[in-house]
């Protein structure tokens, strides 16, 4: 089976991934919408909002945080935790500035003004606060709300004498607090029932506008202090904003957004209003979602809404039914099973990924840009997913007892996957659904199969409907035929690549192997001692790989059913497995956290791939064979990009670059440059070739003055940059814990203690680490050599007595 691909086996793989970068809570983008910041529990993500990537993770203060802020600029970040900590980053550098006590009370809400100079800050003990973001000192304290401060906004301009902060509280108040006069400038108290959650000022700062979780926005005059418009919005609202003038319809015309409990942006005239926004854009979901932040900069021409699932919404301001052109998952949960999805591209390779996540709805999440889709229909967890091989059917399947199929259309509203049939007929939830490999002659899958917790497998016929459009998906509720397969749940199911056959695993603890037109069983696959989580054909030969319980991946053949190979090495349950490399590897991934690549005519392990913290539920791999991806409970999803090739490229060039470099050295050893070979021998690293040049200088060489014996060594050993001279001690180190060796490492360890000052000694890595091994030898062998000089003075002693009693002999005769 391997012989003829022995040479295409993957031994070395590059990853990057798609991390969670987003829990809940607070979020904040600057002005050029290149950085996007956001809370994942105690610590903070600093992503790329064009591409989701994440940037960097700042770790936090142990305590959950409660806000933060990027400035406009992209200069400073400011952090709020509940350890009453305000902590202020550089950046890009991410370095802390400064962190400072910044209440008596956790900061609920922030505000960074638009000039990124001045900060203010609310707090559970109902205190406003203004800083100077800069010097992180505080510039005006403000008290007189009788709550917690639950909304704030400073407005100012770059020069201007007008600078006001607006606070509002769950005291039902709204205050307007003078920066230049250091006063509470109005209290507005009549307008609102409940807690106050959005403020803002309009772009003249005449307006002022509030929103509460009592369903209404306020609009104030701030000219005369005076309400001049109560706006009821029928939802509880969390924030509240003006659009800049003119971009959506007359420029005379002022536009509010509002975000709240039902999960949609709006948009109200302030002069009318009147909601500007049609009943368009409500997200299909399972779960109950309300919008809690809307970020936006008056130069934008979108909009991002902060979902309470953990996901970003970008709304175009193109026109007033506010389009969606993007969304974003900050967090999609435990991965449970995932398939390359969607039409290939030229090169054969699809660009989504289906992600079944712990949740009712199906995840399409673009590999490019991170951008996401999802799927709903289901009523309860999806556990399962498959994909045809051009990507074009998913069908899916959970804890609902339903199977369905989903088929990408150009024309849907997503431009993505829409229903096409649903199949009924399960008792239990569907542990394993598998699509024909083969396609009809029109495209359609040819069956489906599905495997249950009622321990039954069923046969589906695809029903052949329009595939220019379909305005209603079919329903099936008849199998082609059901039977009663296991003893236990069935947790997968795969189908052979010619279709004839198809195999399913249980926790029955045996993997059977079906004939497919039929129905029946040809095969029972048995020795794992735990249940069967994972079974997958090979594409190129008649194998099936199983992954179970027992912590083991199996090989078996289909010809006669018996297992071949078994490989172990996982410390927990193996989860899911298939074949890689033209069937010559397994890929596995367990309850460890790990994936490993087994070479399956030796049985070893071929690398260990470790890039989750959690268990790893899902494997597969792109059509190409070149990219891995794996998805685990931690939400993680890393592709593991094939780089065999080029690794044995590099192998290679570095090999052919050591050998001249060896000749070189020879070269140099034998035209006697010292100072050269001493350098490139250090590069090599070759102890042992350096070790024999110092004893080939010390013992043929003795020019007066040189500690080495060669004035020019002393000189390139006293010129060694910090890097050469780290790897130099560190051969010193070595050398001097051998007595025949010693005499060497002294006499060079004397060259440096001479002709480096300690400050540049300093400069040397791991240097203290380095001098405390050379100190007690070098006192050892300090002690051999006094023991040595004093046993010499008896040696001496010795000698002039005998002289003595030889000239007195002499003398005698």
Known sequence: ??????????????????????????????????????????????????????????????????????????????????????????????????????????????????????????????????WDLAGGFNTHTFRGHKGVVSAIRIYGQQGGTRWQVASGSDDMQVRIWDLVKRKCAAVLDDGHVSVVRGLDFSADGSLLISGGRDKVVNVWDLTKNKLVKTILTFEQLETVGFLAPGVIGNKNEQLIFTGGDRGIVRLWSALSGEEETPELQKIETTEEVGVSEILYYPSWTNLIAVLSDQTLLEHSLSSNDLPISRRLSGNNGEIIDLAFVGPVDESGISGYLALATNSPEVRIVSVDTQSLTILTGHSDIV????????????????????????KWTADSDDGGFQLYATFKGHLGSIGGVALSKLVEHNGFPRFMITGSQDM???????????????????????????????????????????????????????????????????????????????????TYDKFIVTGSGDKTVKVWSIRDFTCVKTFEGHTNSVLKALFISHGAQVVSAGGDGLVKVWDVKSGECNTTLDNHEDKVWSLARRNDDNVIVSGGGDSVITFWNDITEQELERKAEQEEELVEKEQDLANFVYRKEWKNAIILALSLDHPARLLNLFRTVMSEHQEPGSITGLRQVDGVLSSLVPEQLARLLGRIRDWNTNARTSVVAQRILNVILVSYPPEKLLEVADIKRTLDALIPYTERHFGRMTELLEESYMVDFVLRQMDEVLTMKIEEL
């Open 383 to 406: 556990i399962c997913i498959d994909a045809s091989f051009d990507g074009i059917w998913l069908a899916s399947a959970g804890k609902d007892n339903v199977a369905r199929i989903w």
């Open 1 to 130: 089976m391997v012989s003829a691909y022995s040479a295409m086996l993957k031994t070395a793989f590059l990853h990057n991934a798609i991390e969670p970068f987003f829990t809940g809570g607070a979020a904040s983008v600057c002005e050029d919408q290149s950085t996007l910041v956001t809370s994942y529990g105690e610590d903070v993500v600093i992503s790329d909002l064009r591409t989701g990537k994440r940037i960097q993770k700042i770790s936090g203060d142990t305590e959950q945080i409660t806000t933060l802020a990027i400035s406009p600029d992209s200069q400073y970040l400011v952090v709020c935790s509940r350890s009453l900590q305000m902590r202020i980053y550089s950046l890009p550098d991410c370095k802390l500035v400064r962190a400072i006590k910044a209440h008596d009370g956790p900061v609920i809400v922030m505000h960074i003004d638009s000039t990124s100079s001045l900060v203010a800050t609310g707090s559970a003990d109902g205190v406003v606060k203004v």
């Open 456 to 538: 039954t497998v069923k046969r589906w016929a695809v029903p052949k409907l329009s595939l220019v459009s379909f305005d209603e998906p079919a329903e099936v509720t008849k199998p082609v035929y059901t039977k009663k397969a296991h003893d236990k749940d069935i947790n997968a199911v795969d189908i052979s690549p010619n279709d004839e056959l198809f195999a399913t695993a249980s926790q029955d603890r045996t993997v059977k192997v079906w004939d497919s037109e039929e129905g029946e069983v040809v095969g029972i696959l048995r020795g794992h001692k735990r249940g069967v989580w994972s079974v997958k054909f090979s």
